[in-house]
């Protein structure tokens, strides 16, 4: 697994639609080495709606803190809960 690139996206600061605007950008790069890790203060449903239409696999969960950690990859073979950093 630790030959994947992450591309990663911090939008806690940022004001809608920027982090949809970026995860879409992003998730226009991956390939089947790496996967999208984005940190958001909220669950971003159309983020994975879009991501599952569009065949990637998804994984949001919350931390302690109340932030969301949002992993997505084309590769169904790699393990999103074994690089989720919650």
């Known amino acids: 697994m630790s030959d994947l690139k992450k591309i990663e996206l911090d939008a806690r600061g940022l004001e809608h639609p920027k982090p949809l605007e970026l995860a879409i950008k992003a998730l226009r790069e991956l ?14 449903i159309p983020l994975l709606d879009l991501a599952i239409e569009q065949h990637f696999h998804a994984l949001s969960q919350e931390d302690a803190s109340g932030d969301w950690h949002i992993l997505i990859c084309k590769d ?3 393990d999103l809960k074994e690089l989720i950093s919650v």
């Open 31 to 44: 390939d089947e080495k790496s996967y999208f890790y984005m940190i958001h203060r909220k669950n971003p």
């Open 76 to 78: 169904p073979n790699i």
